[in-house]
C-alpha cells in the first residue's frame, strides 16, 4: 500500500478577504506565500498563507466567500484547524491575541500536548498547540512577520472530524491511506503518522444532523504525495475502495486528487511540487496577484471583480 505523507495543506471558508489577511498575516505573522484565485470561481480569492518558504505542511489557504452563510455544524464537516507553535510559547500567544480582541479559551491538555482555543474573525474554530515533539516538516522562519521567530508558527498541527459512523472512516484512513491509530481520549480518536506531521482526532456524533459547508467552515484537508507516482497510486487506492476521486487537476504549483471520505469530509491529495516559487520570487511571494497560465487571458476582467488587497494591518 502507497500510503500519504502527513498534511499538505487545510482549505477554509473566509468572510471578507482583507479581514482574513489581517488576521492571519497580521496578528498570526503567517506569510501569505500566494495571492491568487479559486481556479474553480476565479472572481474569488485563494490565499495561502505559510512558513517563508511555502513549505508543504505549513499551508492554511483561504477562499473568502464572504455571501455564505454561517455553517451548519454536524457529521461530515471537519471543526476545527490546529496550528503547532514552538514550546512555551502560549503564554505569548495568549497575550496577543487578547490585545487584538480575539475570542479564546482557556489552555488544555489534549494528548499530552497544551492547547490554546480560539475562533477567527469569520468563526473558524482553531487551536495553537504546543507539540510535545517537533514537527516533522520542513520550516522556515518569515524575517517579515510581526511574531518573533522563536513564537511562530511553525505548520499545520492537524483538524478535528466529526463522524457519523466512526468505524467507517477509521477503517478508510487506516487500511486506503496508511494512517496509524495513535489514542483515544475524552472521545477522541486520533489518527496521523510516526514519522510524518499532521493528525486527525474522530469523535462519533451520530446524534447530530448532516454538516454543511459556510463562512468560518473548513473546506478541505489535504494530503502529502510526493510526486505523480505516489498520487496516482493513492488514487487507485481509494477508487478499489469504492471512493470517488477526480481526474488529476493541474493546480500549478501542486496536482491535486479530490474526494470524499466514507462520513463525507472532502480529502485532496496534493503533491509537494513543484512548489510556490515556479512564478515567483521567494523574496516575493504573494506580493501581487499570481494566476495560473490558463487564467491569464482573463487577468483584466478577474482584476477588475476582486476587491482590493492592501498590506495586513
Same mark, same amino acid.
Given at each position: ?39 474553480? !470561481? ?25 455571501? #455564505? ?18 514550546? !512555551? ?14 475570542? %479564546? ?7 499530552? !500536548? ?13 487551536? #495553537? ?54 489514542? +483515544? ?16 482526532? %474522530? ?13 468560518? +467552515? ?8 510526493? !510526486? ?66 490558463? #487564467? ?9 471583480? #476582486? ?7
Amino acid at each position: 500500500m502507497q500510503r500519504v505523507n502527513g498534511l499538505h495543506h487545510i482549505t477554509a471558508i473566509a468572510g471578507p478577504a482583507q479581514e482574513n489577511l489581517d488576521f492571519y498575516a497580521g496578528v498570526l505573522g503567517m506569510r501569505l506565500v500566494k495571492k491568487s484565485v479559486n481556479q474553480d !470561481d476565479p472572481g474569488t480569492y485563494h490565499l495561502f498563507y505559510a512558513d517563508a518558504e511555502g513549505h508543504p505542511g505549513t499551508d492554511l489557504t483561504f477562499f473568502p466567500w464572504a455571501q #455564505l452563510a454561517p455553517p451548519r455544524m454536524g457529521h461530515g464537516l471537519a471543526v476545527e484547524v490546529s496550528l503547532e507553535v514552538p514550546p !512555551d510559547s502560549l503564554g505569548f500567544w495568549g497575550s496577543r491575541l487578547e490585545k487584538y480582541g480575539a475570542q %479564546l479559551g482557556s489552555i488544555e491538555t489534549s494528548f499530552g !500536548d497544551k492547547v490554546l482555543p480560539l475562533v477567527d474573525p469569520h468563526g473558524l474554530r482553531l487551536a #495553537l498547540v504546543e507539540s510535545a515533539s517537533a514537527a516533522r516538516r520542513p520550516f522556515t522562519p518569515w524575517d517579515g512577520s510581526p511574531v518573533p521567530v522563536e513564537h511562530q508558527v511553525r505548520g499545520l498541527y492537524g483538524a478535528q472530524l466529526w463522524e457519523r459512523n466512526l468505524a467507517v472512516t477509521e477503517a478508510f484512513l487506516t487500511a486506503v491511506l496508511g494512517f496509524q491509530r495513535l489514542g +483515544s481520549e475524552n472521545g477522541w480518536t486520533r489518527y496521523g503518522f510516526a514519522d510524518a506531521a499532521g493528525i486527525v482526532d %474522530l469523535r462519533e456524533t451520530p446524534g447530530t444532523q448532516r454538516g454543511a459547508w459556510g463562512v468560518g +467552515s473548513v473546506h478541505h484537508l489535504a494530503w502529502r504525495v510526493e !510526486d505523480d507516482d505516489e498520487q496516482l497510486a493513492v488514487r487507485e487506492q481509494v477508487e478499489s475502495a469504492g471512493g470517488q476521486p477526480t481526474p488529476v487537476i493541474d493546480r500549478f504549483w501542486f496536482k491535486s486528487v479530490y474526494f470524499r471520505e466514507p462520513g463525507g469530509v472532502l480529502f485532496e491529495l496534493a503533491t509537494d511540487g513543484p512548489g510556490f516559487a515556479i512564478d515567483e520570487d521567494r523574496s516575493h511571494l504573494g506580493e501581487t496577484l499570481i494566476l495560473p497560465p490558463w #487564467l491569464e487571458p482573463s487577468r483584466q476582467e478577474i482584476e477588475e471583480i #476582486l476587491p482590493p488587497l492592501r498590506p495586513a494591518a
